[in-house]
Nanobody, 118 residues
Framework: VQLQASGGGLVQAGGSLRLSCTAS????????IAWYRQAPGKQRELVAR???????DYEDSVKGRFAISRDNAKNTVYLDVNSLKPEDAAVYYC?????????????WGQGTLVTVSS
């Protein structure tokens, strides 16, 4: 499985972006796609997760502002990031959970940078 993340950029506080994660390869086994982010000097954290059964989870600080969705025809999962705050600035990574319970079976995309100006 290969994951291609895109859509990051520079945006003013209060602005919005749409991040995209397109999967290719043997995608049939993907159990869930998640978005993580990592700001400088901080640990990578889970932002949002969408399972193949349409279960959605969000990190508390982004609830009501971020929305995860997918287009199955395009093998793409989106993360709409709205009402951006300076603390949302980070590299955003998409992650494919293959559902085996072992992280070694899972895949990371290359990351897309979101910069928020105050």
């Amino acid at each position: 499985v290969q994951l291609q993340a895109s859509g990051g950029g520079l945006v003013q506080a209060g602005g919005s972006l749409r991040l995209s994660c397109t999967a290719s390869g043997d995608t049939a086994g993907i159990h869930a796609i998640a978005w993580y982010r990592q700001a400088p000097g901080k640990q990578r954290e889970l932002v949002a997760r969408l399972s193949s059964g349409d279960m959605v989870d969000y990190e508390d600080s982004v609830k009501g502002r971020f929305a995860i969705s997918r287009d199955n025809a395009k093998n793409t999962v989106y993360l709409d990031v709205n009402s951006l705050k300076p603390e949302d600035a980070a590299v955003y990574y998409c992650y494919a959970d293959m559902g085996t319970g072992w992280a070694g079976d899972d895949y990371w995309g290359q990351g897309t940078l979101v910069t928020v100006s105050s």
